[in-house]
């Protein structure tokens, strides 16, 4: 950073990883061996230099262009700088069992962990602030149970690797941070098509969080009758229904829609 004659950025949420042994025995905790590797937010390269030996290849997303300049020092033919805002980027391109993994600023780390569960990849690791961690392993009825929650349950086995102290990072930050793994299990499966759509109806049933549930699915005259078949309570709010019920009460909608 001195030599690109400027600070970390803090509107970019830029705090750096910086404590070397751990971040080797993060690195050591990823599936990355022969996979290709989608790494949110690559900032100087720390964890890059890790995973690029392992990797098949290394996708490295970065918003700060100065940034990109420095990734790509490394000269490596298997990595791939993606030079821009990781949630307006086409992932397309993604074979289906790739790796994602990131040091995520606390500011957007929600939307960057939705779009990387709709991505659906085979296993997630990401770095991101004590608070923020709690949204993966929240249950009905708290408050911050949400799509975080909903999707990271039903199609992983969430998992908190480690918890960091302000000194891992550059500059410290005035908070903890933690290091949340998703494994992907097959106990649900719907096509990877099917994972923005079923964001965006858990977002409905969502949406209104005092409201009850069927007050959100007004678009969706089946409602009432299939949560009668689900025995749940016409009265029901969104957020008291479990991971599992709200894909069941998803697929049901979406089979009587069609």
Same mark, same amino acid.
């Given at each position: 950073?001195?030599?690109?004659?400027?600070?970390?950025?803090?509107?970019?949420?830029?705090?750096?990883?910086?404590?070397? !042994?751990?971040?080797?025995?993060?690195?050591? &905790?990823?599936?990355?061996?022969? #996979?290709?590797?989608?790494?949110? +937010?690559?900032?100087?390269?720390?964890?890059? @230099?890790?995973?690029?030996?392992?990797?098949?290849?290394?996708?490295?997303? @970065?918003?700060?262009?100065?940034?990109?300049?420095?990734?790509?020092?490394?000269?490596?033919?298997?990595?791939?700088?993606?030079?821009?805002?990781?949630?307006?980027?086409?992932?397309?391109?993604?074979?289906?069992?790739?790796?994602?993994?990131?040091?995520?600023?606390?500011?957007?780390?929600?939307?960057?962990?939705?779009?990387?569960?709709?991505?659906?990849?085979?296993?997630?690791?990401?770095?991101?602030?004590?608070?923020?961690?709690?949204?993966?392993? &929240? #249950?009905? +009825?708290?408050?911050?149970?949400?799509?975080?929650?909903?999707?990271?349950?039903?199609?992983?086995?969430? =998992?908190?690797? &480690?918890?960091?102290? @302000?000194?891992?990072?550059?500059? $410290?930050?005035?908070?903890?941070?933690?290091?949340?793994?998703?494994?992907?299990?097959?106990?649900?499966?719907?096509?990877?098509?099917?994972? $923005?759509?079923?964001?965006?109806?858990?977002?409905?049933?969502?949406?209104?969080?005092?409201?009850?549930?069927?007050?959100?699915?007004?678009?969706? !005259?089946? #409602?009432?009758?299939?949560?009668?078949?689900?025995?749940?309570?016409?009265?029901?709010?969104?957020?008291?229904?479990?991971?599992?019920?709200?894909?069941?009460?998803?697929? @049901?909608? =979406?089979? =009587?829609?069609?």
């Amino acid at each position: 950073m001195t030599e690109l004659g400027r600070a970390p950025n803090k509107a970019l949420g830029q705090n750096f990883f910086v404590d070397g !042994p751990r971040l080797q025995s993060l690195a050591d &905790a990823m599936n990355v061996d022969g #996979a290709a590797v989608l790494e949110i +937010g690559a900032g100087l390269g720390a964890l890059t @230099e890790l995973l690029l030996p392992r990797a098949q290849t290394l996708y490295a997303v @970065e918003l700060d262009s100065a940034l990109c300049d420095i990734l790509r020092r490394f000269k490596d033919p298997k990595l791939q700088i993606l030079c821009g805002d990781c949630l307006k980027l086409d992932y397309s391109f993604l074979p289906p069992d790739f790796v994602a993994a990131g040091n995520l600023p606390y500011y957007i780390t929600t939307p960057i962990a939705e779009m990387l569960l709709t991505l659906n990849p085979s296993e997630i690791t990401l770095m991101v602030q004590k608070e923020a961690a709690a949204r993966f392993f &929240a #249950a009905p +009825g708290d408050k911050t149970y949400g799509p975080v929650a909903i999707l990271s349950q039903l199609f992983y086995e969430p =998992k908190l690797l &480690a918890e960091l102290p @302000e000194s891992c990072y550059w500059p $410290q930050p005035t908070v903890r941070s933690c290091v949340v793994q998703l494994r992907k299990r097959d106990r649900f499966q719907i096509p990877d098509s099917r994972h $923005q759509d079923f964001l965006s109806f858990i977002k409905q049933c969502l949406r209104m969080r005092r409201k009850t549930l069927l007050n959100n699915l007004k678009g969706w !005259p089946a #409602a009432a009758s299939i949560l009668e078949q689900m025995n749940l309570s016409p009265s029901i709010r969104a957020e008291a229904l479990t991971p599992e019920q709200f894909l069941t009460l998803f697929r @049901e909608l =979406k089979t =009587k829609n069609q």
